[in-house]
């Protein structure tokens, strides 16, 4: 059988918001059809999510907002602390600089581990594409500097290196060059959103997670994002995590997706199997849903 | 003497108990030693201490004086600079005070010294083993011109977070081609925390280097101590390709002792508006004019 | 027996439908057949019998209710495919097996070129090397020149689908399924898709195809499977 490792393995992911107590496990979920515990009034964020990605993937969650998507996708992140669950990142790199991080990380539970080696797992194998380009990019410091700021969270310590990367970026964002120095406020949203997949990207990350990243675009702006990050996927052919609302986002950029509601996992598959074949009468719902 | 209680006021030749040695009482000196074997287990890092009200005024040294008087005994021999001059005000006043309260003997003479006191400047002799540098400090959080937060700046610290200040230089070479911070240029310690090495200029950094003696900062506003043990790396943050640059004396001599390899501080005569340059280390100057 | 590259035992698609209310029905039931390695397998039977869905159950885009599909893959060994990990699915998909669907779905802005080209490049072919063969593919096809650069959705319904074949045989899987390909296809174009056809069967590929042209099927297939509507 196959002998590839997962980039990433999550196992009994669990977040909840609030003290929790001996009714949330039966009083939430998809089958009570609710995210609070009525006893404790705790918030489940997502329960016992468990999943491998593999290198070189794209992996997509969809779900109605209020479903745990985003919850997961910033426990990943380590926005903040897990309730309960174990991830493992594996990965196997040339490069050198990396030797030691990596060393440091095997067969480690990234959960429980220092707040200093996951801000240098996040920082040197990780990317992330928010929704409101405003959480991922800073709007007091230009463009470029934008893009090198993830280049300098990486180490990377040559400016023309960074320079150099950032203008590949822009060019390959098709992003006007000579506004590289300006800042992002005069910006438009879409060109924005550009500046924040730059910044994602620069440091050549393994693992991008996408959150919604093209709700709030107009649809032609839209196109053009999800092409993009599409084509730069296959390019640099780094994992990715998509989440989204919008089952035409999961079918462009993903092969494989999970269904989530409540908080849970309700259903996960092939993609073209979870569009065409939906078993869960809740996936049957979304896909008949789409315009 | 054995300095536990020591009697200080000889008027009418009668002996009373007014100060404890060294001014402070004895657990204050117990708990600020503790703090410094703190700092030095872990260089560059800012160990909070309980900064004690003394007879001078906040922001005048007191973090330096409360250091010097928790290490100094008996045999000790004090030196105390304020920017290099033995004869300033602060110098002076700080002098006197603890000559006052330790009666040890105090000396302009660098080599002779076994606890030196400063304000701004390292000593253009090099110091030895048997030495400890007591550093005045104003502000000591490096990260405060980029983050207002002490909350967050801690945070910082512990993640090794330091991408803000690395996009602060890169910002400063972008729009002005030059780092625009002078005085207190940030340093990186033993690989793992930045710090800020007081108000010293650019051409004291390289000494903090692998120094052969103690070097001990205190800040009395902040309540801080941080400390390099002898022989730690410490850097300055740096380029590749844009490399860390002490000011630059070249073809300038001291006007007094024609000393080249020192720092200089300018005079600019009101009359006739020439410049001239001297020592800014009155006690080295002095030693050189000295036949 | 070894050189069966599928076997399929008992095979059974339930659909459970919840809108607008629950409702329940078979696509097929009791499916038993061998394919095997190198011939050219064809379905057969009246619409609405179950031939497309059990396609897709081959292909795994339909999930199979009951029974097994034993597939002989050259990086796996023998797996039961409906139970096979998504990842090594995906992996068969891309190097062994391929698809062609009844109607061409693919993602617009992408031109045709790019999209031929495609699962070449997924297996590291050299950008350049799969375009120059994504264009002779096309023009082999019989899709004029000055189409390439568009969107096949642009074009006419034969187009559609010859562009839909190009791109599921231009990486020669070893096996292929096939949607009643040429449904859509003039006598020419036909000719055309049936020579191709028949070089890749040659070169050594198994085909399982559902084809609605009684003529076509019988000068191609080496056996016919016929299906009955489920009463």
Same mark, same amino acid.
């Given at each position: 059988m196959s002998t590839i490792k997962p980039l990433l393995s999550v196992r009994n992911l669990t977040?909840?918001?609030?003290?929790?107590?001996?009714?949330?496990?039966?009083?939430?979920?998809?089958t009570q059809n609710r995210?609070?515990?009525?006893?404790?009034?705790?918030i489940l964020g997502c329960g016992e999510v468990s999943f491998d990605l593999y290198p070189n993937e794209v992996l997509g969650i969809v779900g109605e907002s209020g479903s745990g998507k985003t919850t997961l996708l910033r426990a990943l992140h380590f926005d903040f602390e897990v309730t309960s669950g174990e991830m493992f990142f594996s990965y196997l790199s040339e490069n050198n600089e990396l030797t030691d991080l990596i060393k440091q990380i095997q067969d480690v539970n990234l959960f429980t581990t220092t707040n200093y080696v996951k801000r240098k797992v996040r920082n040197f194998l990780t990317g992330i594409i928010y929704q409101n380009p405003l959480m991922g990019i800073n709007l007091n410091i230009s463009a470029g500097g934008n893009i090198a700021e993830k280049m300098l969270m990486a180490e990377w310590r040559n400016l023309q290196t960074i320079r150099n990367r950032s203008k590949y970026l822009f060019q390959k964002t098709e992003m006007p060059l000579e506004r590289i120095d300006q800042s992002p406020k005069d910006f438009s949203g879409g060109m924005q959103q550009r500046v924040q997949i730059s910044k994602a990207l620069a440091s050549n990350p393994v693992l991008l997670f996408l959150d919604e990243v093209t709700t709030g675009l107009d649809l032609s702006v839209q196109a053009g994002v999800l092409d993009l990050i599409r084509n730069i996927q296959r390019e640099f052919r780094f994992s990715m995590i998509v989440i989204s609302?919008?089952?035409?986002?999961?079918?462009?950029?993903?092969?494989?997706?999970?269904?989530?509601?409540?908080?849970?996992?309700?259903?996960?598959?092939?993609?073209?199997?979870?569009?065409?074949?939906?078993?869960?009468?809740?996936?049957q719902l979304l896909v008949s849903s789409q315009l | 003497m054995t300095g536990k209680e020591w009697i200080m006021n000889q008027q009418n030749n009668k002996q009373t108990f007014l100060y404890n040695f060294a001014y402070l009482d004895e657990n204050t000196k117990k708990e600020i030693r503790r703090k410094i074997l703190k700092a030095v287990a872990i260089p560059g890092y800012q160990v909070p201490f309980a900064s004690r009200e003394m007879p001078i005024?906040?922001?005048?040294?007191?973090?330096?004086?409360?250091?010097?008087?928790?290490?100094?005994?008996?045999?000790?021999?004090?030196?105390?600079?304020?920017?290099?001059?033995?004869?300033?005000?602060?110098?002076i006043s700080i002098k006197k005070f603890i000559q006052k309260v330790c009666s040890i003997p105090i000396t302009n003479d660098t080599k002779k010294a076994t606890v030196i006191q400063t304000r701004h400047r390292i000593p253009e002799e090099k110091l030895e083993k048997n030495q400890i540098l007591v550093f005045q400090v104003p502000v000591p959080e490096i990260l405060r011109i980029i983050e207002p937060s002490d909350q967050v700046t801690k945070r910082m610290h512990a993640e090794a977070d330091y991408s803000a200040i690395w996009l602060y230089l890169y910002e400063d070479i972008i729009h002005f081609n030059e780092i625009s911070i002078g005085a207190g240029y940030p340093v990186m310690v033993n690989?793992?925390?930045?710090?800020?090495p007081s108000p010293i200029p650019r051409f004291d950094i390289p000494k903090l280097n692998h120094s052969r003696s103690l070097l001990l900062f205190g800040a009395g506003r902040e309540k801080r101590i941080y400390a390099i043990p002898p022989f730690t790396d410490v850097h300055p943050l740096e380029f590749e390709d844009f490399t860390f640059r002490t000011e630059d004396f070249s073809g300038k001599t001291c006007s007094k002792c024609n000393a080249s390899d020192v720092y200089l501080d300018e005079i600019i005569d009101d009359e006739s508006g020439t410049r001239s340059y001297q020592c800014s280390d009155t006690s080295y100057c002095e030693k050189r004019c000295q036949p | 027996m070894n050189n069966i590259i599928l076997q399929v035992e008992n095979l059974e698609k339930k659909f459970e439908l919840y809108l607008p209310e629950k409702k329940v029905f078979f696509a097929f039931q009791n499916i038993n057949f061998n394919l095997y390695q190198g011939e050219f397998f064809s379905i057969s039977g009246p619409s609405g019998s179950g031939k497309s869905s059990l396609l897709k159950?081959?292909?795994?885009?339909?999930?199979?209710?009951?029974?097994? /599909?034993?597939?002989?893959?050259?990086?796996?060994? /023998?797996?039961?495919?409906?139970?096979?990990?998504?990842?090594?699915?995906?992996? /068969?998909?891309?190097?062994?097996m391929s698809y062609v669907s009844q109607f061409l779905n693919v993602i617009p802005r992408i031109s045709a070129l790019n999209l031929v080209a495609e699962p070449l490049i997924r297996k590291n072919i050299p950008q350049g090397i799969a375009i120059e063969r994504a264009k002779e593919m096309l023009s082999r096809l019989n899709i004029p020149t000055n189409l390439f650069d568009s969107s096949p959705l642009t074009f006419s319904g034969g187009e559609k689908q010859r562009v839909n074949i190009a791109r599921a045989v231009i990486w020669n899987p070893s096996l292929l399924l096939l949607d009643e390909p040429t449904a859509s296809l003039d006598e020419k174009s036909e000719k055309i898709v049936k020579k191709i056809l028949v070089t890749m069967k040659k070169s050594?590929?198994?085909?399982?195809? /559902?084809?609605?042209?009684?003529?076509?099927?019988?000068?191609?297939?080496?056996?016919?499977f016929l299906f009955r509507k489920e009463e």
């Open positions: 977040k909840r918001f609030g003290p929790g107590c001996e009714d949330c496990e039966s009083l939430t979920g998809p995210n609070q515990c009525p006893t404790c009034k705790t609302h919008d089952f035409g986002v999961i079918r462009l950029l993903t092969e494989r997706c999970m269904v989530m509601k409540n908080g849970k996992v309700i259903e996960h598959g092939l993609t073209d199997q979870i569009l065409e074949d939906p078993v869960h009468p809740y996936t | 005024g906040r922001g005048w040294g007191t973090g330096g004086l409360q250091l010097t008087l928790s290490i100094i005994g008996c045999a000790d021999t004090l030196k105390v600079i304020d920017q290099g001059s033995d004869d300033s005000v602060n110098a690989q793992r925390y930045i710090m800020d | 159950c081959l292909y795994r885009t339909y999930k199979t209710t009951k029974g097994s /599909i034993f597939y002989r893959s050259s990086r796996y060994g /023998i797996v039961d495919f409906t139970k096979l990990q998504e990842q090594s699915v995906l992996n /068969i998909r891309s190097n062994e050594g590929s198994t085909l399982i195809g /559902i084809f609605h042209n009684k003529k076509l099927i019988n000068q191609i297939s080496d056996r016919v």
